[in-house]
């Protein structure tokens, strides 16, 4: 079993910043992926951004140079650096890790002036 606790959502207007943080505990494998996705009202669930354990990062063409991912494996931590905000960017995000598809509870990120 592996927890994932979010945090760092919140309400920011159009071109600030915001930086989610996702703890992983429990059985947490030497090599794994772990990311986000978001879920804006209405609208499928949709990838963000993923890091691997090698510290390989991959972004949605949507959010490529505006948010960078970043780990700490000491702290068994994921970061979402997000600038250059958009009120498209509104939505829920929630961190994955896999192996075995675990789901963090999710954060709001809410972008309005």
């Known amino acids: 079993q592996v927890q994932l606790v979010e945090s760092g959502g919140g309400l920011v207007q159009p071109g600030g910043s915001l930086r989610l943080s996702c703890a992983a505990s429990?059985?947490?494998?030497?090599?794994?992926?772990m990311g986000w996705y978001r879920q804006a009202p209405g609208k499928q669930r949709e990838w963000v951004a993923t890091?691997?354990?090698?510290?390989?990062?991959n972004y949605a063409d949507s959010v490529k140079g505006r948010f960078t991912m970043s780990g700490d494996h000491a702290k068994n931590t994921v970061y979402l650096q997000m600038n250059s905000l958009k009120p498209e960017d509104t939505a829920v995000y929630y961190c994955?890790?896999?192996?075995?598809?675990?789901w963090g509870q999710g954060t709001q990120v809410t972008v309005s002036s």
């Open positions: 994955f890790y896999q192996p075995g598809g675990y």
């Open positions: 890091i691997t354990s090698a510290r390989t990062t």
């Open positions: 429990g059985n947490i494998l030497s090599i794994n992926v």
